[in-house]
């Protein structure tokens, strides 16, 4: 018979936060693919009507569950809780493979502290579940930009436990330094690493390890958000699906003039497309006017139909951003 006065074992969370397109799914991928990382749960928070992260994770872990169309701190925070206390139920049924933490992606507009109130203030989940890390994403590229024009810039690095620097291979060395220097002023007491290109896994992933909050790093609660689904500033955001395979030239020189049109407004393209010629499904994924080269999903990975676009931007409608633009 189990002893009722044994203390209950709580299940460790790693949250990872990090601006729109700061690197946050790349790390998740390489931290999950690594063994000390395995058998792990993870809560994908998705901002739009189409969700895509959790197909980049494909394969990278038994359990992903999405939360879609709201910033998880806002409008999905009810859903989070009520993902986190189906885990919990169905891996004590044995309806999910056993897993050892819970990871959750965050949108990249999301405050921690509404997440980190809940967590500990939901019965169940504050008793089955113990925070273990927040881990947040950097870019080094726009990162000065977006600490002056993002305030949950600001509320995402002084929450987080450590610190990653994403894309410092392409980053301004002078912008890079001064980037550091403001984010030990705001967070002294974070670990600060540095990633450039495929993030590093070395000396992260027995962060995973922790059974709870580390005692180096004061939480401190930013003003709680406002509710509502897209509450942070004027963000908007839609879908556009695909007929058909596109052409890569084709699709390519349009959203190159969609990002060359608007700039910084568009702060974040991502989708999956199909390309005339190629049975691969491929990533597409642009941040702040800056087009990434189309990256091809792993093989056997799922695609919908010929694909989608999903685009976030500062209060631009979808048809001032299309204006009769064809892909």
Known sequence: MADPTAPIHRIPVVLLTGCLGSGKTTLLRALLRAPEAANSAVLVNELGAVGLDHHLLWGAADTTLVLENGCVCCSAQEDLAGALEALFWQRLQRKLPRFDRVVIETTGIAHPAGILDMLASRALVAERYAMALVLCTVDAVFGLQQAHEQPEFLAQVCAADALVLTKTDIADPVDLAALERLLRQRNPAALL????????????????????????????HPAQPQPGALAHRSITSFAVRFGAAASRASLEATLARILQRHGARILRIKGIVKVAGDTRAWVVQAVRGRLSVLEPLGVGAPAQDAGFLVFITAGLPREDVLDGQVF
């Open 193 to 220: 690493r540095r990633s450039a290109g495929q993030a590093p896994v070395d000396g992260w992933v027995g962060l995973f390890e922790a059974g709870g909050r580390s005692s180096r790093s004061p939480l401190v």
